[in-house]
C-alpha cells in the first residue's frame, strides 16, 4: 500500500511565474480577439445593412412623389355618347386643353410632341369622372393629371438639362414648354398615392402595387388556413403521440431537411401538381397559398415542437395528477403555453413565403394584370414578382419604383418581424 501514488495529493502552482503569466495573457488575449471578431461581424452586417438600405432610399425615394399638372378641360358634350358616357372622345378634350396653356406651338407636329408630355391615363380619368358624374358635360372642370415618365424625371432632376439634346428623352422644345408651366404654377409635386393604391400599368406613372399587395395577401392568406393547422397538428402528434422508432426518425429527418431545401423545388413541385395534375387555374393566388404552404409546413413544424419542449414536464405532470387525460393536458394546458412560441413561428414562416420569388415565378404569379385581384381564384401578382417585373422593365421611371416597390416590402417583412417580437414578449412566460 505504500507504494500507491498519492491520490489527493495538492499540486502546487506558481501563479507568478513567466510560464504561467504567459498563459493567462494568451488566454485574455483570446478571449479579446474572440469579442472584437464578434464586434466586428455585427459591425460588418449593420454596415452592408446600411449600404443596402441607403442605396435603396437614394434612388426610390423618388417614387413616393408624382409630378401633376392642374389643368382646366372643358368637356364638350357634343364628343360624349350621351347614352354611353364611356365612349367619347377624352383624348382630344385634354389635348386641347393641355396645348392651350402653352405657347411656341406652330404645327400639328408640336401639338403631338406637347400632348406626350401628358400621362396617357389623363384621358381615362378624365373618362371616369364623366362616368361618375355626367353632370359634367358642357362645363369647364379644372382637374389633376399626371405627367409623362420623361417630364416627371425631369422635374424630380433625375433627367439632366445640361446634355446634348440626343442624349435626353426630353426634347429642348419639351423644356421650355415645361417651364412655361412652372412659371405659371400649373405643376406641382404631391405624394403618390397611386403607388400603394393603383395597380400595375406599361406607363411608370400609373403603376402602382396594389394588384400585387391583394395578391400577397390572398396568397398569405390561403398558406396560412393550410400550414397552421397541419403544421400544429403534425408537430403535436410527432412530440406528444407518436412512438420513438426509426420510423418517426425519418419523418423527423426529412422534416428538417425539407426546411433547407430551395424554394424553387417547390415551385416545381407547385408547378407539377396543383398547375398540371390538378388543373388549378394559373397566376392564381390560389396555387401560390398552396405551394407557400408547402415550402412553409417544415418551418411551422420544427417551431412548434420546440415550442412544446419548452414547456416544463411538471405541467404535464401535474395536469395527468388530477385526473386529466392526455388529450386534455395537450389541449388545454401545453398548448396554450406553446402558443407564442407556435405563433412566432408561424410569422416568421409567413414572412419568409412573403419573399420568395422563385416559386411563384414557377407558377405564373408574374403575369401583368393591371386590376386588383377580386379573391383566390382570380389571376393576381404578388409583391415579389411584381419587383421582379419592374427590374427589368427598360422605362426610367420603373427604376426608381422597382426601389420603392422594395421598400414596401421589406416594411411588410420588419412589420411582421416585430409583430411576432411583440408576441413573444406579451404571452411568453418564464419557469
Not at 398558406?223 to 393547422?229: E, N, R, W
Not at 411551422?300 to 387525460?325: D, H, M
Not at 405563433?343 to 407558377?363: D, K, M, S, V
Not at 414596401?408 to 412589420?415: C, H, K, Y
Request: hydrophobic fraction near 50%; aromatic fraction near 8%; charge should be positive.
Amino acid at each position: 500500500m505504500s507504494d500507491l501514488p498519492a491520490i489527493n495529493q495538492s499540486v502546487t502552482v506558481d501563479w507568478s511565474s513567466e510560464k504561467a503569466q504567459r498563459r493567462v495573457r494568451r488566454r485574455y488575449g483570446a478571449e479579446r480577439r474572440l469579442k472584437w471578431f464578434g464586434l466586428g461581424a455585427i459591425a460588418m452586417a449593420l454596415l452592408l445593412l446600411g449600404v443596402l438600405v441607403t442605396s435603396l432610399i437614394s434612388v426610390g425615394y423618388t417614387a413616393f412623389v408624382q409630378t401633376h399638372i392642374t389643368l382646366p378641360v372643358f368637356i364638350d358634350a357634343a364628343k360624349i355618347n350621351p347614352d354611353d358616357p364611356f365612349k367619347g372622345k377624352y383624348r382630344p378634350m385634354v389635348n386641347d386643353a393641355f396645348v392651350n396653356m402653352l405657347s411656341g406651338i406652330d404645327s400639328k407636329a408640336d401639338r403631338r410632341l406637347a400632348a406626350k408630355m401628358l400621362s396617357r391615363g389623363a384621358s381615362l380619368m378624365l373618362r371616369n369622372s364623366v362616368v361618375d358624374d355626367p353632370a359634367q358635360m358642357g362645363k369647364t372642370v379644372t382637374f389633376t393629371f399626371p405627367m409623362a415618365d420623361p417630364i416627371d424625371q425631369l422635374h424630380k432632376g433625375v433627367t439632366p438639362r445640361d446634355v446634348p439634346e440626343d442624349q435626353r428623352r426630353v426634347s429642348d422644345k419639351e423644356i421650355a414648354w415645361y417651364d412655361q408651366l412652372v412659371a405659371r404654377g400649373a405643376i406641382s409635386k404631391p405624394i403618390a398615392w397611386s403607388l400603394i393604391f393603383s395597380a400595375d400599368s406599361r406607363f411608370p406613372e400609373l403603376a402602382g402595387l396594389a394588384g400585387a399587395i391583394m395578391g400577397s395577401f390572398y396568397a398569405l392568406l390561403v398558406c396560412f388556413l393550410i400550414s397552421f393547422p397541419m403544421g400544429i397538428a403534425a408537430a403535436v402528434y410527432l412530440e406528444e403521440f407518436a412512438p420513438k422508432n426509426k420510423w418517426t426518425d425519418i419523418i423527423e429527418v426529412n422534416i428538417n431537411n425539407l426546411a433547407a431545401v430551395p424554394s424553387v423545388v417547390f415551385g416545381l413541385l407547385g408547378l407539377a401538381v396543383f398547375l398540371q395534375v390538378f388543373g388549378l387555374p394559373r397566376s392564381a393566388p390560389l396555387v401560390g397559398g398552396l405551394t407557400l404552404s408547402l415550402m412553409t409546413l417544415p418551418t411551422i413544424i420544427i417551431a412548434t415542437r420546440a415550442s412544446l419542449k419548452a414547456v416544463p414536464p411538471s405541467i404535464r405532470e401535474a395536469a395527468l395528477g388530477v385526473g386529466a387525460s392526455k388529450h386534455q393536458v395537450i389541449m388545454h394546458h401545453v398548448l396554450p403555453l406553446a402558443m407564442p412560441g407556435i405563433l412566432t413561428g408561424t410569422i416568421i414562416g409567413l414572412a419568409q413565403a412573403l419573399g420568395e420569388t422563385a416559386p411563384l415565378l414557377l407558377i405564373g404569379m408574374n403575369a401583368f394584370i393591371t386590376s386588383t385581384s377580386g379573391g383566390i381564384v382570380d389571376p393576381a401578382t404578388a409583391l415579389p414578382t411584381q419587383i421582379f417585373i419592374w427590374a427589368d422593365s427598360p422605362e426610367r421611371g420603373f427604376v426608381a419604383k422597382t426601389s420603392a416597390a422594395i421598400l414596401v416590402l421589406l416594411g411588410f417583412l420588419v412589420t411582421m418581424n416585430a409583430i411576432a417580437i411583440y408576441l413573444r414578449r406579451r404571452f411568453e412566460r418564464k419557469w
